[in-house]
């Protein structure tokens, strides 16, 4: 994810804490009986009474009313499969992220992946409306709900394992942000914005010259491709942030709110402008691999328009916006340019590369929420209990500081009454036991690392058009590689790694016993502190950039072989000329399986699952896919 960075001091802390949670004060794990979330990863690994035994619990959860089908599809690559996705209620109320996906060949469960809800005893019936959920919501966060928006409800999933009936909607701050439906109080947000017709030509960032598809409108040359299945729009707002802030907030479906003169246009067809030439061709080139390598046709597979905006911001970084965000209220990416000292002078960031990373977070959106009807798509797996562990009682910090967890503090953000985030220091969120909570973003890491495989995939594809066929995600523009998948070197362990990192949690604010917070600095692995990244911004987003690179390497062994570092384990490889075939597997299981909310060893199933489906198990590929999974410890 490449994120955006705001200029207005609200709006930018908020993209900082990218997410809030409602954790217990004295959390503690739920004893046996106790509400629950129970993963389902059963598929070519497991034995046939494993999935016979999940077969008969979800046929019996749909004949009780606490599944509901929400689609059914047949399978786009192998003729007698089917799939079916039913999503988890409570008397009548979804349970976000809640369900199963199961795949079927001529009616016999093959597969079954997602996340089960157990011992739900909780009211379903709200004391306020949704309406009042909308006028508290904005009343606390100071966002906006978007036009012709209302809050949905739902059974909400909090971090350390509580539920909570809530109402969620989407604001214009770039975040989903939820309500209790008892009184109203924000308990949780997730930040939505996933960041990092005739023929004329331009020059790249790279000096290189390249055929851009515009259309012709009046005496003028307008950046609308209109030569692909699915039209490709290119907007240029001149680093207008208000602007920017109206296009990307959410709004109806369909409903266009971009205007002539937000498009990038040219007077003869020979464009100047390097982010829009790059911007717009690398959409169109992105649009081409998902559509010639996988069949997909655009970001929603259904040759939906894609918007995308260049000169968005001043600042080297890019997002994606999903649904209802965006002029269109279908989503939108869009691209900074930085002219400070980490990056060469006006350079903007639409390397094919980044343009590919971002446009594959909209087909992970899509591809999910399709199944799923979940208008939160991808969900975040911080939401689940698996994402959070206790960790040790004290840790002695870099400059030989020894804290414990009933006497720390770490510098956070909280929110004001105006909505308005502001810098403290905080106490750490502790067990009845006093041990750290550790927590990170497993469904975002994995979201990440899909996003740096397909973009580097689409560099590789386009080779003959020039593109740079690179492991090292971002080579092809001029401010060189953000991440490699070939050598992954986090700055805060100096090696490829198995274990993910972990961060302590805090408390921002108490309500009714239970404490509002987000990530702290203090970095741990293994449950050991490792370093701490110093002040309020320290949480790296729950860790999900540094910890894609576990699942995005197991995809370059699984490609060109060679050892993990941190495991030791060896992976024969497909070789670079049997790429393809391991994208086809990932891309496979992204959009045929992926539940609603994963971590990464249940990604690692569903992509071992999809490799089943393609192959035999004696076959080089699932032989490859297998073993880059085990190497990198999934």
């Known amino acids: 994810m490449l994120r955006r960075t705001q200029q207005r001091a609200r709006i930018g802390l908020m993209t900082i804490a990218t997410l809030a949670a409602s954790v217990p004060a004295a959390a503690q794990v739920p004893p046996g009986g106790a509400a629950t979330a129970v993963p389902v990863a059963v598929g070519s690994g497991a034995t046939p009474g494993e999935l016979q035994a999940w077969d008969a619990r979800i046929d019996g959860m749909l004949r009780t009313g606490e599944l509901v089908v929400a689609s059914r599809s047949d399978d786009p690559t192998l ?18 992220g809640g369900g199963v996906a199961r795949q079927f060949e001529r009616g016999v469960t093959v597969s079954a992946f997602g996340t089960l809800h157990e011992n739900l005893a909780l009211g379903t019936v709200p004391a306020i409306t949704a309406a009042e959920s909308g006028i508290r919501l904005e009343q606390q966060t100071g966002a906006r709900l978007g036009d012709g928006q209302q809050p949905e409800l739902m059974v909400l999933p909090l971090p350390t394992g509580s539920y909570v009936l809530a109402y969620g909607a989407a604001f214009d701050d770039g975040h989903y942000h939820f309500a209790s439906a008892s009184d109203g109080r924000l308990v949780h947000s997730i930040d939505a914005f996933r960041t990092q017709s005739a023929i004329g030509t331009g020059v790249g960032i790279l000096g290189d010259r390249k055929k851009v598809s515009a259309t012709r409108e009046g005496g003028r040359f307008e950046a609308r491709d209109r030569l692909r299945p699915g039209e490709i729009v290119t907007l240029d707002i001149g680093f207008d942030e208000a602007r920017l802030d109206q296009l990307s907030a959410p709004g109806p479906w369909s ?33 081409d691999y998902f559509a010639r390598q996988h069949g997909r046709l655009g970001v929603d597979g259904r040759r939906g328009r894609i918007v995308g905006i260049v000169n968005a911001f001043d600042g080297y970084n890019a997002f994606w916006a999903p649904p209802p ?29 980044v343009v590919g990373h971002e446009m594959t977070h909209g087909v992970v959106f899509y591809s999910v929420a399709q199944r799923t009807g979940s208008p939160f798509g991808f969900l975040d797996a911080f939401i689940e209990g698996e994402s959070y562990r206790f960790g040790p009682r004290r840790f002695t910090d870099n400059a030989g500081v020894t804290h414990t967890c009933r006497t720390t503090t770490f510098p956070g953000l909280a929110r004001t009454d105006d909505g308005d985030l502001v810098e403290g220091e905080f106490p750490a969120a502790c067990s009845d036991d006093g041990r750290f909570l550790l927590a990170s973003r497993q469904g975002g890491a994995a979201n990440e690392a899909l996003a740096d495989i397909f973009g580097i995939s689409a560099g590789f594809f386009h080779e003959r058009d020039g593109a740079t066929g690179s492991y090292e995600l971002g080579i ?72 894609s690179t576990i699942l995005s390497h197991a995809f370059y062994l699984a490609v060109e072989g060679g050892t993990n570092l941190a495991t030791g384990r060896s992976v024969e ?62």
């Open 79 to 96: 003729p007698g499969r089917t799939h079916e996705y039913a999503t988890q209620l409570v008397g009548g109320v979804p349970v976000l």
């Open 255 to 287: 409903v266009r709110r971009w205007t002539s003169q937000d498009i990038a246009a040219d007077t003869d067809n020979d464009w100047a402008r390097t982010a829009v030439v790059d911007g717009h061709v690398h959409m169109g080139w992105t649009y």
């Open 325 to 353: 965000f965006g002029p269109e209220g279908r989503g939108v990416v869009a691209f900074g340019q930085y002219t400070g000292p980490e990056a060469p002078s006006g350079e903007p960031l639409v390397a094919l590369h």
């Open 476 to 547: 092809d523009g001029a401010g060189g590689a953000l991440r490699s998948l070939s050598n992954p070197r986090p700055p805060i362990q100096p090696r490829a790694y198995r274990d993910r990192i972990e961060f302590a949690f805090y408390c921002s604010e108490y309500v009714d016993g239970e404490c509002f917070g987000n990530f702290a600095g203090a970095i741990f692995i293994r449950g050991r502190y490792v370093a701490t990244i110093p002040g309020p911004d320290g949480c790296c987003y729950g860790g999900e950039h540094l910890n």
């Open 573 to 634: 490889g497909v070789g670079a000329a049997n790429r393809a075939l391991i994208e086809k597997i990932f891309f496979r299981g992204l959009t045929v399986h992926m539940p609603a909310a994963t971590t990464l060893p249940r990604t690692a199933t569903v992509i071992r699952q999809a490799a089943a489906d393609l192959h035999p198990p004696d076959s080089a590929p699932y032989r490859a896919v297998d073993q880059a999974l085990r190497a990198a410890g999934l």
